[in-house]
């Protein structure tokens, strides 16, 4: 009998013992791996639209492309969709919603006036599931955010209204992490920033600084929700100049022990951000990381298991960050089936962390006595173990599809449910 056709537990066995051999428990690593939630951006699911009664349409350098049928045109039909997902995907994980995506009863509920009260189906809905919750306040897609300006605008009456959105997102993040029992991590960004060169760079800054103060002053339970704050180098509408830079953020996160987002896709095209998770972590209490892929810029494409996200996985185990990183993803791709989207990004974030799991302690031992030829051996002899073997052991272990086995209840979903929906 081939290995291929060998029946997937005589293959986990022969792949556990290979392991074993170079001093690596897969079992355990498998359980560390159950540990690890990711949290599931909800605006994949229906292409960043959110469910408030008047569209403004994207702005802010948002664009999503594609128009494969079926995405989600209710919070009932985004909810069905993210259940069917979750059914595909190892693990027990958290659900990120952005703040336009409340239940505001057919009515006119601007920013500045949300409560958690519109957002208690869904917390009803993560509690069904035994999972945790995040939130970001909605600074684009609106009237008052339509010059590209929010928290650093030069108006005062604008600068107040976002700061009272932010607020108000606080306490529904508290009440979310309260009613769940797990701290639910509140990601501020926004989109300011010139399209051409400006001339004064620091008054934007000064005025975020002072805006962020105000939104950041009540004390929060770190029970109940975590404050973060997002960089980015550039964007659509921001290419020459972006007020929430990295270089602020950084500073802002440090001065005032905020946690420092890092989305994967925000830094230049040729830059990886797995270096910075460790410096970071030297000076702020615990990061927010977004798990995107950036194709030429920040254009969000659905994550695939490359050598950027292994670097970030490898970086997070070795030197073990995981307990102080917060794991996100962040993209959203409407020329293929949404569920597909959610399922291979998710997976590929779980995958590249199982293989950074299957590491051997000896690497480090290695590299600790100056023996680095045996670190370079070992560590390109990993590229060729049977990981995949202990992948399909793990999911068979959490009662989700191995192999290719997912796109085939995908495929039967879209038939079933997506492609009704007009």
């Known amino acids: 009998m081939s290995k291929s056709s060998e029946p997937k537990s005589s293959r986990y066995q022969i792949a556990k013992e290979r392991y074993a051999e170079i001093g690596v428990d897969t079992d355990a690593a498998m359980k560390k791996l159950a540990k690890i939630p990711i949290s599931l951006h909800c605006w994949q699911g229906d292409d960043v639209g959110g469910f408030e009664t008047t569209s403004e349409g994207l702005s802010g350098g948002i664009a999503v492309t594609g128009n494969y049928p079926g995405k989600a045109r209710t919070p009932d039909e985004l909810r069905a969709d993210l259940d069917k997902a979750l059914s595909l995907i190892p693990g027990k994980h958290r659900l990120n919603l952005h703040a336009f995506y ?40 609106h009237p008052k955010a339509a010059d590209g300006f929010t928290l650093s605008h030069s108006k005062k009456s604008i600068r107040e209204f976002w700061i009272e959105h932010c607020q108000r997102s606080r306490d529904i993040s508290a009440a979310m992490g309260k009613a769940l029992g797990s701290p639910c991590v509140m990601n501020v960004w926004i989109p300011d920033g010139y ?70 896709g925000h830094f230049h095209p040729t830059e ?3 270096d910075k998770l460790g410096s970071t972590l030297m000076f702020v209490p615990e990061i927010l990381l977004h798990v995107s892929r950036g194709v030429r810029w920040d254009s969000d494409h659905v994550v695939t298991l490359d050598d950027s996200l292994q670097a970030i996985s490898s970086a997070l185990v070795r030197d073990n960050l995981l307990s102080r990183t917060h794991i996100g993803l962040d993209f959203f ?57 202990v992948w399909d052991q793990y999911c068979e272990s959490q009662n989700v599809p191995t192999g290719m086995n997912w796109l085939k209840e995908t495929q039967a979903y879209e038939a079933k449910v997506l492609s009704k929906r007009q």
């Open 195 to 264: 399209k051409d060169t400006p001339v004064d760079r620091v008054s934007p800054r000064q005025r975020l600084e002072k805006s962020l103060d105000t939104i950041f002053a009540e004390k929060k339970n770190p029970k109940h929700m975590l404050d973060a704050v997002e960089c980015k180098l550039f964007g659509i509408g921001s290419e020459s100049y972006v007020v929430g830079s990295h270089e602020f953020y950084m500073g802002y996160a440090v001065k005032n022990q905020k946690l420092l987002c890092l989305d994967a």
């Open 102 to 141: 409340g239940e505001f009863s057919g009515k006119k509920i601007d920013r500045d006036q949300i409560e958690p009260a519109h957002f208690q189906n869904w917390i009803d809905w993560a509690k069904s599931n035994k999972m945790g919750m995040d939130f970001n306040p909605t600074c684009f897609a």
């Open 333 to 389: 791709d409407a020329s293929i089936n949404r569920i597909a989207a959610w399922t291979i990004g998710t997976r590929n974030t779980l995958k590249s962390l199982l293989i950074a799991l299957l590491e051997p302690a000896s690497l480090r031992e290695a590299e600790k006595i100056g023996d680095l030829t045996t670190r370079l051996a070992v560590m390109e002899e990993l590229k060729s173990m049977p990981w995949g073997d």
């Open 272 to 274: 990886t951000i797995a």
